[in-house]
């Protein structure tokens, strides 16, 4: 029986998921039981530590892997390949090195609204999408003519033309110096207020998340990673990163992702036992 979507709880589920993948020493479970409702218009922080499975929760959503268990519904329909209703932007920014700012927003444009806009439309569309980033300036440069954090501008341009209802985000200003990141997360928030798009941004940065989310969800350690803890970020909006460095409530929630990531799940290096060269020369034998 299908029900229909009558309310904004249930706009995107992550239902229940593992995430097993095959080795040659036999199966891995990165996830287990990944479970999550995200209203429409919400900011979602993934948080932890490398190789907790972040970026397989963002794939799964974006509908590049499919669940070993469980799935994901948006707004109750089953996601199981890549549409234009989920766009990612990736740390790295992945533009065509051979086309303007323009062209590369413009091959976006042209997948979704090839068959429902004019071209005087999709022009519009294109540069009213660089505006948004403030990339209109650069339109017509090509990648290696701009900075790096313009490159990412180009990036988050060319996924918001898809007019996509859910924006999946990994690590995009992990690269960026951090007056370029700073800039690139006040631009996200203006953007997010004036579309209220849903958002699900990976991140290693306990600032940015807080900054930037009205949930931070805590990933455990893998294998087998799961949800540790789920924090509601009850900041009111605008943000503004300085008057929030005096806000007890932001070093509350800063203090309590710290936590959770450097005593609760503080990360083990395994020391691999593998053996140096001068004990494997002392254990091999001498062939004449």
Known sequence: MTTTHNSEEHFLNISRIDMEFPTP?????????????????????LIGHSGCGKSTVLNIVAGIHQATK???????????????????VFQNHSLLPWLTSYQNVELAVDQVFRKTMT???????????????????????????????????????RALAMQPEVLLMDEPFGALDALTRA???????????????????????????????????MMTNGPEATIGEILEVNLPHPRNRLALAENPEYNRL?????????EKQRKVEVIPTTTTAEEDQEKTPNVA
């Not at 800063?254 to 450097?262: C, D, E, G, I």
């Open 25 to 45: 020493s036999g199966s891995f479970t990165a996830l287990k039981d990944v479970d999550i409702q995200i209203k429409q218009g919400e900011f979602i922080s």
């Open 70 to 88: 469980g799935g994901v519904l948006l707004k109750n329909k089953e996601v199981n390949e890549p549409g234009p209703e989920r766009a990612v």
């Open 119 to 157: 071209k005087a439309e999709k022009k519009d569309w294109i540069e009213h999408n660089l505006k948004l980033v403030h990339m209109d300036h650069a339109m017509h440069k090509r990648p290696d003519e701009i900075s790096g954090g313009m490159k990412q501008r180009v990036g988050i341009a």
């Open 183 to 217: 800039h690139m997360q006040d631009s996200l928030m203006e953007i997010q207020k004036e579309l209220n798009n849903t958002v699900i941004m990976i991140t290693h940065d306990v600032d940015e998340a807080v900054l930037l989310s009205d949930r931070i969800v």
């Open 254 to 262: 800063r203090s309590a992702v710290l936590k959770f990531l450097y």
